[in-house]
């Protein structure tokens, strides 16, 4: 059976390969590989990364994010201070997005995961972890 993009991108990117390194591989824009990832998560190829967020940090994350923005001039906002500030377009292109059974703040949440992922600081936080996948799907697509 004829291997899909989608498949090879939901194997690289559960081996712990960052969507770049992906784009790079497959010889495709990181955007095309970002709406990829999506149809995977869609699909059930990769698990929605709202739901991830969810199992790990619950309401904790939102406590340390009040902390860190007690006595500053930060705030968190709302999920409506967010859609007040998108253009008919973001809000037609993000509801076209969420798919069915899924919340807005999960898409909202797998963009930031996604983009918290490529982040270098991150990266290098992560990189001993990954290291060993990274070589082990390497030499599966013999990179």
């Known amino acids: 059976m004829k291997d899909t993009k989608i498949a090879k991108v939901s194997r690289m990117h559960a081996s712990g390969m960052r969507p770049s390194e992906i784009a790079a591989h497959l010889g495709q ?3 095309s590989v970002h709406q990829l990832m999506h149809r995977a998560r869609v699909a059930g190829l990769i698990p929605s990364k709202g739901m991830e967020l969810r199992r790990k940090s619950s309401s904790a994350g939102y406590s340390l994010l009040q902390k860190k923005f007690s006595g500053t001039s930060r705030d968190i906002g709302s999920m409506k201070q ?8 973001c809000i037609e292109w993000l509801a076209n997005m969420t798919p069915d059974g899924a919340a807005v703040a ?10 918290c992922e490529e982040d270098p600081m991150v990266i290098s936080a992560r990189a001993k972890e990954l290291k060993d996948n990274r070589r082990k799907v390497m030499k599966e697509f013999r990179l």
């Open 106 to 115: 999960d898409v909202i949440a797998g963009i930031i995961v996604d983009a």
């Open 82 to 89: 967010i859609l007040y500030r998108l253009t008919p377009d």
């Open 29 to 31: 824009t990181p955007r």
